[in-house]
Structures are given as C-alpha cells and as structure tokens.
C-alpha cells in the first residue's frame, strides 16, 4: 500500500550542541531582515486560532505587511476558544521542583518518544514567555489572594504547572491574541479577511508564494500573492465525524497543501480523550468534552455484572467494578488520556457498559462530596456540572455522570522542520496544523502552549531566514499560476455541484465518521485497517458519483463548504488507515492489537519505529511515498511507560 | 423533565425567517417536523429539516454555527422573539428540545439590528463587533516586551470581577435583545475587563472614547436601562458593565489630555 524512499528529502535542521543552547545559537545563526525592508514583504497567515492570531499580529508588530484569512465570521470565533482546562509553563512559581528541563522531559515522555528532542526544549523554553505575554496583554489568570498567579496540577503531571481562567482558558487566551491582532487591523497593518475558505497554495519557482480562497458570503474565488504563507488551520478530528472538535474544523488546507508538494507527518496519531458526554443518538453532530480536571475526584466505574441495569445508586459498592483503581493502583483514575480511554473501551466491548446504549462508564462523585462537601465541589467543578445538566438533564450531584472516550486532538499534521517550514519552500505550518512537539500523545493543557509558542516566538524568528535567505522575485495575482490554481479550485467544486446524486453531504460524512471510529479509532489491527482502506475508497467513489448539494455556486452556502470538506476528508482518510497500517507498533494514543504487553498496555517498538512518518502525494488513490525523519533521544532515554 | 426520554418524539412547527441575500426580501417560512428527540439540541433539530430539505433537493436553511458547545458565539437565533430562546444563560446551541412540548409551534428569526445586516436567513453580519475591539480593546504590547507575570500582583478581586466582563462571546444577542439595538453591554464588557486591571490603565482614557465612537459610528443604539441586554446574555454579563463604562467615558472627557 505504500512504498518507502530514501529519508533524504527530510532535513529538520535542527542545531546541534547542548540541547539548552540550541534555540539561542539557531536564533543568532537566523539572517535578519533590516527593519526597513520588512514592510517590502508581504505574509498570508491562514487560520486565526491561537497560533493564526498570535503569528499575523507579531508579525505585524514587527513591520511585515500581513493579510489573515478565517473561514468564521470573526477571527474571535476560532476553536481555540473552547479549550478548558489551562496552559502549561515552565514558570516554578509554586515552588515545586519544575523547570523547563521537566516540563521538556514529561512532554517527550508524555509523547511516548515520538517526539523530535530539539523542539520539545525550546516549547518548554518559551512557555515562560509565553504567561508573560498573555498576563500583559490582560488575560485574567486565576490568582491568589496575595494577587500573584495561581497554578493547578493537570492530567496527572507531578507538578503544579498549569496556568488557567476558571474553565475558559482557551477562551481568555485567544481573545488576549484576537485583540493584538485587532489592534494591528485597526492599524492597518493587517488586512482581515473573514469568512474567507482557502482552496489552494499558489506555487511560483517552487515557492509557495499565494492562496486562493473562496468567499463564502459571495461565492467568488479570491487570488491573494504575498512572499510566505502560514498555516495555521487546526486539526482534522472531523474526519470521525464525532468529536469535539468545532463544525467547521476541516483538513481542507492542510490537505491541499499536501496535494502541492507538503509531506503530511504521522496523520494517524489521535487523542481520544476519555472524559466527553457519550453519543444519545443519531442525529449528534458533535461530542462535548468534559474537563479532565474532573478525574481528580470523581471515580470511574462500571458494575460488575454484565448488562447491570439497575440504578447508579442501587448497586452497592462491593458489585462496583472500578477497573482503573484496580488496573492501575498507583495512578487509579488519574492515568493519562490514551490509557483511560482504551480502559473504558475494554469495559463496554466486553458488556460492561451503562446507559440505554451500553457505551459509557461512570465518573461518580459520591465519594468526593461526602469527603469534602458540595460546596467544595460547586466550587471546583460548578461551571461543568452545569455544563453536563444542560446536556443530558442529569444533576451530577445526585448521579454519577455518564462519559465515553471521543476524538479530541490531532498530533499528525504536516511535516515541518525546525523553522516550522514544511517541504514546500515558503510554506510555514503552526499550531495543530503541523505535526511537531506532541509525538503520539499530547498531555493535557500543551496544546494552547504549543499554539501561542509557535506564533509569538518561533515563527518571527523562523520566518526571516526565508526572506533574507531566498531570492523572491515580484509575483502577482495575474500570473498564470494563479490562473490554473483558481481554475483547479473552481473546477473543483463546480465537479461537485455536477454530480446532482442522491445523498446528502452530511451522510457520506457520517458514514465516514463510522469507518474511521470502527477501524481507525481507538484500537487498530491490520485486518481492519486493510478493510478500512478499501471501504474508504468504495465510499469516495460513491461520494463522486451519488452526492448532492444544491446550488448556486455564487452565493452563501453552507452545504457546498462542507461538500468540500468532505471531498477532502474522503481523500485523507485513506492516508491516514495507510499510516496506521505501516506502524505496526503501539505508541501513544496509536493502539496496534497486534503490539501489546502480556498485560494488554501498549507496546513500543522502537528498534523499528523510531521515527516520523512523512508522507509525499502521489496523485489521488495512488499509494503515498513514504520518508522517514529518525528521531534520535540523546536526552531522555526511551522506556516503556507504566502506571501500575 | 423526563428521566429516560430517548424513544419519546414530539412533533415540532417552525416558522423560519428566509431571506436569499441582504438586499432580498424575507419571508416565513413553515416546517413540520416530526420525530424531534427530546434529548437534539436546538440546532440539531434544524438539522433534520436541513437533511430532508437537502434530500428534496431544497435549499437548507443558513444559520450560523460552530463549537456547539457555547463557547464560539457564533449561533444566534431568536427564537420565539427571544434571543437564543427561553433558557436563561444558555446560548441556541445549548438550548435542548426537552424545554419544549409535543404540538409546539416555534418561530425562528434572525437578530435584528441595523448594524447586523442580515447576510442570509438566519445569518447575520457582526463585523461591527470587532471594529469596535479594533478601536481599542486591546493592551498595546508587542510580543517579546513583557515583564515577568508576577512582578504585576493583581488583588484577586479585580481579577475575578474582570474575569466576569471578560466571558463575553462575542454573540451580539444583547444587541438583539435591546429595544434600542445598543451593544452597550458588549462594548463595556471589554472596557471595564480592561479598566480593571493595571495592564490596562496606560490607555485607559483612551480606549474608552475610541471605543464608545466607534459603537457609535456603526450604527448601534444606546442604553436606556431596559437591561433586556443582561437578561439575553448567555453568560450572565452585569449591567454594572454599562455603569462602569459610563463613568470611565465621563471620567476620561474631564481628564482627557489632548485639547480640542
């Protein structure tokens, strides 16, 4: 299914020297750019979420002519918004034995030694600048009485370094980027572009050197030149229909970006994350997260006998099976993300579920509010028990919460090397668009520092090697190759308008929602992968022969955007089951049956999984070509992780 | 409120606000629909009447949408004259159909103000909302010129009285619920979560007269103390907001430094 080349089109370009060094020593190897010149170059920043917002209005901030493109009617509106939980750093404030050395070495842990060394230190390192920079622009961090910052431990991490607003960190933090951003629209120094979809990079002499976009309230395709184009476009989590991700969440840029020459990296690394409200069902179009902050108190159980109907209450403590305290003593309910999820798995395949549907388990607080109170309770978890009412009509402090694992965060994304550059020259890639710092498995509250780090201190930096660095000779929106991108992208919607089939765009979407949950999801095996992959392909050609989407092409429509999408997710989807084929090991939040310890944990293979999976397009339903970017751990020496 | 309801339908009327584009005429249009869960959110139950208008080869109806878990700010129906419906501090994509009966007939409109043109149906155009950020809701300061996050102590009172202004989403109901269409609630949110905090006083004076122009210019109301704006909110943001605002503008005239 794939073939596999010579790893010699990869070069990461990561310094060498003391680990601690590095960044400063590549920052002062970086040409700069004269700060008269800067306004000479002209950036295309794609995506306005945390790391979008972050990168358009830093660059701004330092002279660059910046435009910024969001497929939302307000860059305010981006999916970063709804992260809960926090933001880590390597501050100590707590006095607790951090450092950015620990918060670099639980993060390549935590990554299951997928991760590239280099870039994990430098997260690490900016993360402190990071919480300077958000608490002046305003963001209103949780304090203490003696007005200093206050931090929480998350996800199990050893220390308190989590930096948070009440349960909107996401929130907080992205507007504190919006309105940098806005500030610099106000002084046009940024152009906004709102709803605004990007069909296309437009590649002169090899370089990536414009976009083309669609406007989603005209209908009209747009032709935009600049000297750099940054991605910053989120993750794909919508190729499983369900997850928490926002609606709109797509891999349409990435994907078609992909298509012009970027290498896509490890697309079937996927957290699913244990605590989200469980389907009701078959009209949910989308799964909410519940912060898994919540596990810090309640208890996860299933009942002992299968296919227990009785009421939570009624069944007694002793005919209560809570299997992560059993499976698990040291950790209990606090193991990481990609353990508790296929735990609960486990338990609802073999008939242990509760609920009418017999897929989810209970996080109960009985225990906690006995131990502490409900009003410390209220206190901690109010807003999400509310949260949950809202949804499911259950008070949590009456019954225990019902929750299954769902689709949460994707690691993959597209190759980038150190510079955040992928292997299309010009073309940058941010945030969960690329595939950089998590490896296989994210820990909690790394994403918004990934996001911000990326945006307000890497990019800057990176960026101007490509400017001082490349001979950018003068494009315009007239050049041809902006003729036969517009062409592309247009003929391409307008195939789908032709089709006038049967089914709707929201069924082929589902219904590749259920492939990729049944055969991708949370546990893989070579059988179902290979089934996977045909079923995909089957469903893709039906999608060109049987979809339908009413016109017209030239105005507002919401079900053509989503045909696109989809289009795209059909064609993805097929990367993504040959990925997981060829890692035949387990690692992260990648569960292969066939690679697993005496004890059902998941194994490592690193004598021959040691490395990143980048993949290079070969044309539609053609097998991808594979390189491989080994990763070396000089650092942190690889051992198999274990919460017993 | 039923306990297990999952095999329950009700039957559900809509009468919908359509309109092509912003310079077409709008008209309501009605939909039965069975089969409505009680457990769909408010929006899922417009997605069966999407699916089957699709399936007839319609044109869906436009509404805005994205998080789904109310968050984003970008729903925003009114629903039966209310903005996102008859739950308090909920917004539409949180609102559940368990609120409503077998036989209900719900009307579905867009917010209506002249400063949100209607873009299509159910979709309005909230620009308006972040030029008036663009104006002045902001702390001037480029990336990389912080100082260290604790050498400013905030007492933690201001910082959770400014954290209550700040859960602003950004939806525009508490424009759409004002008889006045005045989006003073959402402008003073940001000015007072600023205000609040010692990052923000260097442009205190400023911002609050840039911003409260630009409100201005675009076209919004002002506050005549109806307060339908704090009982729309889907956050519960206080009308204190709009009296906090109010003295900074009175307090930013008088001290104002520049001459006119």
């Known amino acids: ?644 | 409120m039923s306990g297990d309801a999952s095999h329950e339908t009700m039957r559900i009327t809509l009468k919908v606000w359509r309109q092509s584009n912003a310079e077409a005429d709008g008209r309501i249009e009605t939909y039965h629909v069975s089969d409505v869960s009680p457990h769909m959110s408010f929006l899922e139950m417009l997605d069966v009447v999407n699916e089957r208008l699709l399936g007839q080869g319609k044109d869906p109806i436009a509404f805005d949408h994205d998080c789904r878990e109310g968050i984003c700010g970008a729903c925003s129906l009114m629903i039966d004259g209310r903005a996102h419906g008859p739950e308090a501090e909920t917004t539409a994509c949180q609102l559940h159909m368990r609120h409503y009966n077998d036989g209900d007939t719900i009307h579905v409109e867009p917010w209506r103000a002249n400063a949100f043109p209607v873009v299509r149906d159910l979709v309005v155009d909230r620009s308006a909302f972040d030029r008036i950020i663009a104006a002045g809701g902001f702390v001037s300061t480029p990336a990389g010129s912080a100082c260290d996050a604790n050498s400013l102590p905030i007492a933690k009172e201001n910082a959770e009285l400014a954290m209550d202004a700040a859960a602003c989403i950004g939806c525009g109901a508490c424009v759409a619920a004002c008889p006045n269409a005045a989006a003073m609630l959402f402008t003073s949110a940001k000015v007072a979560h600023l205000s609040l905090l010692p990052q923000g006083q260097p442009e205190r004076d400023a911002r609050v007269i840039a911003m409260v122009d630009a409100m201005d210019d675009e076209g919004f109301g002002n506050c005549t103390n109806h307060f339908e704006c704090m009982a729309a909110c889907p956050k519960g943001i206080s009308v204190e907001n709009i009296a906090r605002m109010n003295r900074e503008y009175l307090r930013a005239s008088l001290v104002s430094r520049s001459v006119e």
């Open chain 1, 1 to 644: 299914m794939a073939t596999t080349a010579a790893s010699t089109a990869l070069d990461s370009k990561c310094p060498t020297g003391p680990i601690e060094n590095r960044w400063d020593q590549h920052r002062f190897d970086l040409k700069l750019v004269n700060p008269a010149n800067k306004r000479k170059f002209h950036v295309l920043v794609v995506g306005t979420g945390l790391a979008g917002a972050s990168a358009a209005s830093t660059l701004a901030e330092l002279g660059y002519r910046v435009s910024a493109f969001c497929i939302q009617d307000s860059p305010r509106r981006a999916h970063s918004i709804a992260a809960q939980g926090g933001i880590n750093a390597a501050k100590n404030y707590p006095n607790d034995g951090d450092s950015i050395y620990r918060l670099f070495y639980d993060t390549v842990k935590g990554g299951d030694f997928r991760a590239r060394e280099s870039n994990v230190y430098r997260l690490a390192q900016v993360s402190n600048n990071i919480i300077d920079q958000c608490a002046a622009q305003g963001v209103p961090f949780a304090r203490e009485y003696g007005g200093v910052l206050s931090n929480r431990s998350f996800g199990g991490a050893q220390v308190s370094r989590t930096f948070y607003a009440r349960g909107q960190t996401g929130q907080q933090l992205l507007l504190g980027a919006y309105s940098s951003l806005m500030r610099m629209v106000g002084q046009k120094r940024v152009t906004m572009y709102s709803r605004r979809e990007m069909l296309d990079v437009v590649k002169v002499d090899g370089v990536a050197r414009g976009i083309i976009c669609r406007n989603l309230t005209t209908g009209e395709y747009e032709r935009f030149a600049g000297d750099a184009v940054v991605l910053c476009t989120g993750g794909y989590g919508n190729v499983f229909y369900l997850s928490t991700n926002a609606k709109a969440c797509n891999v349409t840029a990435a994907w078609r970006a992909h298509k012009q020459g970027a290498f896509f990296a490890n697309p079937c690394y996927t957290q699913i994350h244990p605590t989200c409200i469980p389907v009701s069902g078959s009209y949910q179009s989308k799964l909410t997260l519940m912060s898994e902050s919540l596990r810090n108190d309640g208890r996860v159980w299933v009942p002992k006998a299968k296919g227990d109907k009785r009421r939570a209450a009624d069944i007694p403590d002793d005919e209560r099976d809570y299997y992560l305290e059993r499976r698990y003593p040291s950790f209990g309910n606090l193991v990481p993300r990609d353990v508790a999820s296929r735990a609960a798995k486990e338990r609802c395949d073999a008939g242990y579920g509760v609920g009418a549907t017999g897929l989810s388990v209970f996080l109960d607080f009985r225990d906690a509010i006995q131990r502490d109170g409900i009003e410390t309770i209220r206190a901690k978890y109010g807003n999400l028990f509310q949260m949950y009412e809202k949804i499911t009509a259950d008070d949590p402090y009456r019954v225990p919460m019902r929750i299954y694992p769902a689709v949460h965060y994707t690691m993959g994304g597209l190759w980038v090397d150190y510079n955040l550059e992928s292997t299309l020259p010009g073309l940058f890639v941010l945030g969960e668009a690329n595939f950089s710092d998590h490896g296989a498995n994210r820990l909690g509250a790394s994403a918004l520092m990934q996001g911000l780090a990326d945006g307000y201190f890497v990019l800057p930096y990176t960026i101007g090697g490509h400017f001082a660095g490349r001979a950018l000779p003068a494009v315009q929106a007239s050049d041809p190759a902006f003729d036969s991108a517009e062409a592309t992208a247009r003929g391409r919607t307008d195939s789908i308008l032709a089709v006038n089939g049967s089914r709707t765009v929201d069924a082929f979407h589902r219904e590749l929602g259920r492939l990729m949950w049944e055969h991708c999801g949370m546990a893989r095996n070579d059988a179902g992968l290979r089934r996977a992959h045909d079923d995909i392909r089957a469903l893709r050609e039906e999608f060109w022969q049987d979809v339908r989407v009413p016109g017209p092409a030239a105005s507002f429509n919401q079900n053509l955007e989503h045909a696109g999408r989809v289009a795209d997710f059909l064609e993805f989807a097929e990367l993504f089951s040959a990925d997981a084929l060829q890692r035949t090991e387990s690692c992260g939040g990648h569960f292969r049956e066939e690679s697993q310890t005496d004890e059902g944990e998941a194994q490592r293979q690193d004598d021959e999984f040691s490395f990143a999976a980048a993949w290079e397009f070969q044309g539609v339903g053609e097998p991808e070509t594979l390189h491989k970017e080994p990763l070396e751990f000089e650092y942190v020496k690889p051992s198999q992780r274990s919460y017993k």
